[in-house]
Nanobody, 123 residues
């Protein structure tokens, strides 16, 4: 059974770059036809899909965040990463990584989720 685990700093200063990693166990991130996504949930807002990487390496981004978002991976560690630049307090959220056989850009119906990590943007 695949498991996903987010990691990274819980506090980031405004204008800095937020960097998170998602370590995948139980399967290789390069195997199959899975999409590995980053999703966030800000207080009082709906879940927001940020972007995804396909197992073959192609990336997809939310138009609203594309200019600030980079998703990459380290296959030697079986990890994929999120970088969000020029953060503001509005980027404070619980950040999740998730996996699905479909490129899902909304909703909660992902096959596997990480437990989430709280990231606060504050000086």
């Amino acid at each position: 059974q695949v498991q996903l685990q987010e990691s990274g700093p819980g506090l980031v200063k405004p204008s800095q770059t937020l960097s998170l990693s998602c370590t995948v166990s139980g399967d290789s991130i390069t195997r199959g036809n899975y999409y590995y996504s980053w999703i966030r949930h800000s207080p009082g807002k709906e879940l927001e899909w940020m972007g995804a990487m396909f197992a073959r390496g192609s990336t997809y981004y939310s138009p609203a965040l594309k200019s600030r978002t980079t998703i990459s991976r380290d296959t030697s560690k079986n990890q994929f990463t999120l970088q969000l630049s020029s953060v503001t307090p509005e980027d404070t959220a619980v950040y999740y990584c998730a996996r699905d056989i479909t490129l899902r850009v909304r909703g909660r119906d992902f096959g596997s989720w990480g437990q989430g990590i709280q990231v606060t943007v504050s000086s």
